[in-house]
């Protein structure tokens, strides 16, 4: 990529090869051996392209330009080898609906731009992906008119790359990336222009938002009266965290653009978590533990807790026997966040914190890094998209079914929810514990949401006296409430009357369908209950009443299932203990796993070791190669308890009667 900077508007001419990322993947590898392929719109191209497909969890143990290396390697039928896209002069990148759903590994856009790349096109382009990109001076677009003008030779301005974007984000275009823009607004070279919205009536987010907004950079005041969807600026943060698979990159980053001895800016608000690949000994294959990835995957622990013990940062370790202290996520939750806080993370589900009434999201390394030199995190005041839940909620359904079947509509799967929030409202979500709530706003993302969000109220209070010990009316004031005439992108009325449980079939979460749709006798290998999502103190709730009247009717799991349960955090695991759980559990048949991410990113026990191996699981995502190269259904805790009773997918009536369930 050559760029002409003798002139106002520069432009870019593009000297390599276009890939386009069909649904054929036979194409793909074509291409990827010389022959160019003459492009027209009723080619086929691959949709939802995860982040997983693009750097498979084993390729995150780099974090340099080995990268360029991998990339793509995760792609569904396995057409892109080691080195494919590096060795072929590749420069543009075309897909279809959501390139980068799912994790904000930056690894993804690493690797793509260490490959030589320079341009993604793509129908749409998720939220922190995309976002990514923009940090790393990786250009995206969602014009497909470009791609002829392109294979013609033709210079693009780069104007071209910034239309659509808010003030800053083309900035840091631009510059060429986020360090670089931020050198220059710190500098005072370049500033974002000041927040002009009239007072108006605000939803939850927005007042958030507000009251966040850093309202002068050389003082640090924060606070605006106003703000509208669109507006660009940036905010103070309360809460930064990062875990083993993200903070060498980071800390990486900060070094290179701010000298070895830089320090974090109020390490008492950041956070570390050793709990991604603690179990990945147990399942990494021989042949990758002998290409030394086993020891770069040990390194980056290793290198966390050096970063932790120079900063000053609280690390949550790893523990005796394996496993961590907690899953990140169910930690923020269980001892960190408070209502009307804003709260970034390294990891797309740093969205579960959004139960607790507050605004948080996920990050990549570099955005992360430039949080801990400042505090400050940049926003695109998002669209909030309202579900007001009403009706009755039969005993056997779950917030997994709740959040599987918004998925499943034409709105999200067709990318309409990408970088909105999705906002939780209505009595039957006031009835929802947090642990049920918490599993509504972790999967926002699924749906290319920014985050989820829950209005914090009585039960939240009473939720931080019980497990965090704090005096109720101490805490009430820092709750944010939506002012009542407050305006919405999108309104929408979600009745449970009649909703059955679902299961998300294989390939990614928004393809739920209601469990009557399920082939009956739909084996299973594999039923794995955990994960932020599925790990919880209410799931343990869940999987226990299946199991308690499964071993009534004396039966056990099922002696061709492998059932796992693993606890999210080490309270969560004491309060299965204090309930006679643990040994309910071990007598029926269930493998208990402690704390840890684990086969959710395939690092753990339970991660499928074939192709023709299916599991049914509580986790959140079954994206391609996500819990290893086999078939993953996602149901809610019922559903995968009965299932490993039963062999095959099957509903909790099964085993349960409405008696069975404590409301």
Not at 102 to 130: C, D, F, H, M, N
Not at 194 to 207: A, S, Y
Not at 302 to 322: I, K
Not at 625 to 646: E, H, K, N, T
Request: charged share 20%.
């Amino acid at each position: 990529m050559e760029i002409d900077q003798g002139q106002n508007n520069p432009t870019i001419q593009f000297d390599g090869q276009i890939l386009y990322l069909t649904a054929n993947t036979d194409l793909i590898r074509d291409q990827l051996e010389g022959t160019r392929l003459e492009w027209n719109e009723s080619i086929p191209l691959l949709d939802n392209i995860s982040t997983d497909e693009i750097t498979p969890a084993w390729v995150c143990f780099h974090y340099d330009e080995t990268l360029g290396e991998y990339v793509h390697v995760g792609i569904r039928g396995g057409p892109v080898g080691q080195g494919d896209i590096l060795n072929a002069d590749i420069s543009v990148i075309v897909s279809g609906l959501s390139k980068g759903c799912g994790s904000s590994r930056e690894t993804a856009p690493y690797a793509e731009k260490w490959a030589g790349v320079q341009l993604v096109v793509a129908r749409t382009i998720e939220k922190i992906y995309g976002q990514n990109c923009q940090n790393i001076g990786l250009l995206t677009t969602t014009d497909f008119g470009i791609l002829d003008r392109i294979q013609a030779g033709e210079a693009i301005p780069l104007s071209e790359f910034t239309q659509g974007l808010d003030p800053i984000s083309s900035d840091i275009v631009r510059c060429g990336g986020l360090f670089a823009y931020n050198e220059e607004r710190l500098a005072g070279r370049l500033s974002p222009p000041p927040i002009q919205t009239p007072k108006r009536p605000l939803n939850l987010i927005e007042k958030i938002i507000a009251r966040h907004a850093i309202a002068d950079a050389k003082s640090g005041r924060t606070g605006i009266d106003s703000v509208q969807p669109g507006d660009a600026l940036f905010v103070r943060s309360d809460i930064r965290f990062s875990h083993e698979y993200v903070t060498p990159m980071a800390w990486s980053l900060l070094r290179r653009h701010c000298g070895d001895e830089a320090k974090v800016n109020h390490p008492e608000s950041v956070y570390a978590f050793r709990d991604h690949l603690t179990f990945l000994g147990d399942v990494m294959s021989d042949e990758r533990k002998k290409m030394g990835l086993l020891d770069k995957a040990d390194g980056l622990a290793s290198t966390q807790e050096d970063f932790a013990r120079s900063q000053g940062v609280r690390l949550y370790g790893e523990v005796q026997g394996g496993g961590s202290e907690a899953i990140c996520h169910n930690a923020v939750l269980e001892d960190i966040v408070l209502p009307g806080q804003i709260v970034i993370g390294s990891d797309s589900h740093t969205c579960t914190a959004g139960a607790m009434g507050a605004f948080a999201f996920g990050v990549g390394s570099t955005d992360l890094a430039a949080s801990w030199c400042t505090r400050d995190i940049r926003v695109k005041v998002p669209e909030v998209v309202r579900y007001q839940v009403s009706g009755n909620r039969q005993w056997d359904i779950t917030a997994k079914d709740i959040m599987l079947h918004i998925l499943a509509t034409e709105y999200c799967r067709a990318g309409r929810s990408i970088g909105k929030v999705l906002f939780f409202q209505g009595e039957a979500i006031r009835d929802l514990s947090m642990d049920e709530r918490a599993t509504l706003t972790n999967m926002a993302v699924e749906g290319g949401a920014t985050t989820g969000i829950i209005e914090a109220d009585d039960k939240t209070l009473q939720f931080l006296a019980d497990y965090r010990g704090l005096d109720p009316e101490s805490i009430r004031p820092q709750i944010v409430n939506c002012d009542p005439d407050a305006t919405y992108g999108d309104d929408f009325e979600i009745l449970l009357d009649d909703l059955r449980p679902m299961v998300a079939t294989p390939g990614d979460p928004r393809n739920g369908v209601s469990i009557d749709q399920i082939p009956e006798n739909t084996r299973i290998g594999i039923a794995y209950a955990g994960s932020c999502t599925g790990g919880k103190m209410a799931d343990m709730d869940m999987y226990a009443a299946v199991l308690k009247k499964a071993e009534s009717m004396g039966l056990r799991v099922h002696e061709n299932i492998h059932f796992y349960i693993q606890f999210g955090s080490q309270k969560i695991k004491d309060y299965a203990r204090d309930r006679g759980y643990i040994e309910l559990f071990e007598r029926v048949g269930a493998e208990l796993i402690n704390p840890s991410c684990g086969a959710c990113i395939n690092a753990g026990p339970g991660s499928s070791r074939s192709k023709d191996e299916v599991t049914i699981s509580s986790q959140n995502r079954n994206f391609p190669g996500r819990s290893g190269p086999g078939q993953v259904y996602l149901a809610s805790p019922y559903v995968v308890a009965a299932s490993a009773i039963a062999g095959h997918i099957t509903s909790p009536c099964t085993y349960l009667e409405p008696a069975d369930v404590t409301p």
